[in-house]
Each structure stands twice: as structure tokens, then as C-alpha cells.
């Protein structure tokens, strides 16, 4: 059960960005449910781009100014919220730049957090991901949720994806802050520096990595309540994380905007669209207040 104390930590406002494409139906449905278990205002908020819906589309395409582009957008967006039983607001706005319009509304309506989608499979998918996702990955103050998966319910497996660092530390108690009660797995990727080493020495380099993890946790202010289990394994972040979290089920993964060992280089650089693009689960990133260790 969610305490007073803990339901005032929760974001009261989440802004869903949505291009109104089949993709952010799913982003939509995880908004939705997000508000509805934190008890809060979503707002819907669509960057008029005539290519992303087939209405706008057509209407572009007779010439429609942006007034007429704007009312089909928003019928479109009405129609999509239409089954949200949450208070849901509509913001509508014409931009070339994606990414500050997004933050510069997050920031109008003091957004808690900024939902989003990718597609996997598709071309336009694939350079949404690689540039907007990218941009609100630098850009936004707030934690950025990108949604992959159908929403079937609460997020119940939930991973954050640590170096030991202050970033990894922000990440944590983000989680434990907007999940509360949940059981989080802290999850560290022993990347040694020689491939082909024994058994031995592999052994020995977790056995290091497990001790800093304790060292870790025992430095963090956990609440009381906190239930967080270490995992510490051999491997590369890309390719360990993914294994991780399909054999486990994992429903999200928390990951801090960067860290001492790379994490900045993963999340805001080329790897980040592989590795948001492999990870088969929602993926939260979350950024470290300016002044910030």
C-alpha cells in the first residue's frame, strides 16, 4: 500500500509525447496506467508533423494550413484518450524542433516524467530513436520513460542497471521513489579488461565487483522498506543487460544518465540506440540534478 508520504513523492503530472503514429498507442496505454496508479494528471502533448498520421497526412497534402492541421491532430489525439478514464489534457504545438518543444512543455506544465515510444522495426522507428529519444535523453531535467512493450499492468520486475557511481546511486532511489514497495534487482555488468581469462580470474573480478556493490549499498540512503537485490555478472553492458532481462522476465530498467564507467557514453552517444533498441522492456532513463555528484 502506497503511504501519504510516499504519494506526494510521485510525480502529480506526466506529459506523454505522442507523434499519434501506431507505435505511441503503447506509450499511451503505460501513461495511462501510470496516472492512474500514482493518481495523476496526464497531458498529451503532439508536435504537429504532417508525415507522422495518415489524417494530417492527406490533409497536408490538399494544402491545409496549419489551423486545419492542428483540428485534425487534436480530433485524432481527443479520439485516443477518449477510453482514458484519468484527467487528461490535450496540448497541441507547431515546431521544427521536437525535442525543446517537448521540454519546453514538461517544463510549462511541471511534468514529473516524459513518456515516449519507439518502433523496432520500422525505418522512421528507428530515426525517432536515434534523435528525439537521444535529445530528451540530454535535453530533459525529468526521467524519461520509453516504452516498448503493451502495458498488462503494474511494472513488477524491475531493474537498475548500476556502476556504483552517483549517477547509478540517483537512479535507485529514483526507482524505489516512483515504485514504491516493489522489489528492484541493482544490476552490475563486470566488464574485465582481457578477454579469454580462467575461470579463476573471472571469479575473482565478480567476487571485486560484489564488494564495491556492498560498499554501494551500504553508502545509500535506502528506505527501510527497500527490498533491492544485487546481481553482479561477467560481461558488457550491451550484451549481459540484454541477456539479463530476457531470461528474467524483466518489465523495466532503470539506468542513470551517466556514470564512471561509461553509462553517459551508452546512453548519450551511438550505443544508446542500440542498447535502448535491443533491451526487450520499457526503459527508464534518469538524469542527475545539475550539481550533482
Request: aromatic share 4%; glycine share 6%.
Amino acid at each position: 500500500m502506497t503511504t501519504a508520504s510516499e504519494h506526494r513523492a510521485l510525480p502529480r503530472r506526466l506529459l506523454l509525447a505522442t507523434d499519434l503514429s501506431a507505435r505511441c498507442d503503447r506509450a499511451l496505454d503505460r501513461a495511462a496506467q501510470l496516472a492512474g496508479e500514482w493518481q495523476a494528471e496526464l497531458v498529451a502533448l503532439n508536435v504537429l508533423d504532417p508525415t507522422a498520421s495518415p489524417d494530417q497526412t492527406l490533409a497536408w497534402i490538399r494544402g491545409a494550413g496549419d489551423e486545419e492541421l492542428l483540428r485534425v491532430a487534436r480530433q485524432r489525439l481527443a479520439r485516443d484518450l477518449a477510453a482514458v478514464d484519468i484527467p487528461a489534457t490535450l496540448q497541441l504545438v507547431r515546431s521544427e524542433n521536437p525535442t525543446a518543444a517537448i521540454r519546453e512543455t514538461a517544463a510549462r506544465t511541471q511534468a514529473g516524467l516524459v513518456v515516449t515510444a519507439v518502433s523496432r522495426n520500422e525505418t522512421l522507428g528507428r530515426i525517432f530513436l536515434g534523435s528525439t529519444v537521444e535529445s530528451l535523453a540530454r535535453a530533459l531535467p525529468q526521467p524519461l520513460l520509453v516504452v516498448h512493450h503493451r502495458a498488462s499492468g503494474p511494472y513488477r520486475r524491475i531493474l537498475v542497471a548500476s556502476d556504483f557511481s552517483g549517477p547509478s546511486r540517483h537512479a535507485l532511489l529514483a526507482a524505489l521513489r516512483l515504485f514504491p514497495g516493489r522489489e528492484l534487482i541493482l544490476y552490475h555488468a563486470c566488464a574485465l579488461a582481457m578477454s579469454g581469462l580462467s575461470d579463476a580470474l573471472s571469479r575473482a573480478g565478480v567476487g571485486v565487483a560484489e564488494t564495491e556493490c556492498a560498499a554501494f549499498m551500504a553508502a545509500t540512503p535506502l528506505p527501510e522498506e527497500a527490498k533491492v537485490y544485487p546481481v553482479v555478472e561477467c560481461g558488457t553492458i550491451e550484451s549481459a543487460l540484454t541477456r539479463y532481462v530476457r531470461e528474467h522476465d524483466i518489465d523495466l530498467v532503470v539506468m542513470g544518465s551517466h556514470g564512471r564507467t561509461g553509462l553517459m557514453e551508452l546512453l548519450l552517444g551511438s550505443t544508446a540506440a542500440r542498447l535502448l533498441d535491443w533491451l526487450p522492456c520499457d526503459t527508464l532513463l534518469v538524469r542527475v540534478p545539475p550539481g550533482s555528484a
